[in-house]
């Protein structure tokens, strides 16, 4: 090929250029090099003596080694040697671009050549789907209409059975709003026949709470010591009452001795009956008798009291469980109910 010549008679002077620059890169890196070695040198010249001489002084130049010379041929050839491995490298891809360049015009024109073909195969499969098509679309337009028919038919009964179903449905509903009115109307009586009941639980409660309160102010009421921190009151209401009893129980003997003479007065003497004596006798006897009978229950009251106020609860209504006032207290002897308490009796 002309390219490949060309660049086979232009290759000898790129090998001298690079031999050249390789020889002047080479004597580069030696003379870098030199002065380490002048400085080894110098220290040498410093240890040993120096011989005074009367010639003239020779000039320093850098010295290049033959082995350093050999080095830089070797490594010139080294990459002469690489420029004219890539340089082959290169020549071979331009061959292969070539070939592959080729290789595509060929494959573009029997490319070419199968798509006319193929274009030409699919016009006439073109044309038979088309003719099929045409008889295609008359067969399914004649089926269209024959579904067509039946569809209409299909809908018209379709129509017919939803109207059926609308009025079934609408009665269904009727049934069940009439259904869920009378379990609504059910649920509303239930709900309020809770509601009834849960007041008059609550009520209930309220009742009974307020009994409690009640029952339990009661018996606080009856427990209760109206004038236990009184002291001096009711150490004059135990000497009023002992004093009482005392002249009660005087009474007592007193009536009882009586009734016990009159008896033996009636045994003693003989009373005419005509003129009745003998009946009033007996009769003031039986009132002697009553009065000392009420005078002992007196007695029981006042041992009552006097234990009561021993405890500290004398003065306390036995009937509303109020305190009775100081004044009745002093005034009747004993007494266990107070003023209203004893009227409303």
């Known amino acids: 090929m002309p390219s490949s010549a060309k ?3 232009k290759s000898p002077t790129k090998k001298v250029v690079a ?18 070695k ?33 080095a ?5 050839k080294t990459l002469a040697a690489e420029k004219a491995k890539r340089d082959r490298e290169a020549k071979a891809k331009i061959a292969k671009n070539k070939a592959l360049a080729r290789q595509k015009t060929l494959d573009a024109a029997k490319a070419k050549k199968e798509r006319e073909a193929h274009a030409r195969a699919l016009a006439k499969e073109k044309a038979a789907l088309a003719k099929a098509k045409a008889i295609a679309t008359a067969k399914a337009k004649k089926e269209r209409d024959a579904k067509a028919k039946v569809a209409a038919k299909e809908r018209e009964v379709a129509k017919k059975a939803r109207e059926k179903a609308a009025v079934e449905a609408k009665k269904q509903r009727d049934i069940d709003a009439k259904r869920k009115a009378i379990e609504a109307e059910k649920l509303r009586k239930l709900r309020e026949i809770e509601r009834r009941d849960a007041e008059e639980h ?38 009023l009452l002992e004093e009482t009893r005392a002249a009660t129980a005087t009474q007592i003997g007193v009536s009882e001795s009586e009734a016990n003479e009159m008896l033996v007065d009636r045994e003693r003497l003989e009373y005419d009956d005509e003129d009745g004596s003998s009946v009033a006798s007996d009769i003031q006897r039986d009132q002697l008798k009553e009065f ?3 005078l002992r229950l007196k007695v029981d009251e006042i041992d009552v009291a006097l234990s009561r106020i021993d405890d500290g609860s004398y003065g306390r209504c036995d009937e509303c469980y109020e305190a009775i006032s100081q004044p009745r207290l002093r005034a009747q002897l004993p007494v266990f109910t107070c003023v209203s308490c004893r009227a409303s009796v």
């Open 7 to 9: 660049t086979t008679k």
């Open 292 to 294: 000392a009978s009420a």
């Open 38 to 70: 002048k400085a080894v040198a110098k220290k040498v010249a410093k240890k040993a003596p120096v011989k005074k001489s009367s010639s003239k002084k020779v000039s320093k130049k850098p010295v290049i080694t033959a082995t350093q010379k050999a």
């Open 202 to 239: 609550k009520r209930q409660e309220r009742r009974e709470a307020e009994e409690r309160k009640r029952v339990e102010a009661l018996e606080r009421k009856m427990h209760s010591k109206p004038y236990a921190e009184d002291t001096e009151f009711l150490a004059e209401l135990r000497q």
């Open 72 to 76: 830089a041929l070797k490594k010139a």
């Open 19 to 36: 031999k050249k620059t390789v020889t002047k890169a080479s004597a580069k890196k030696v003379v870098r090099k030199t002065p380490a």
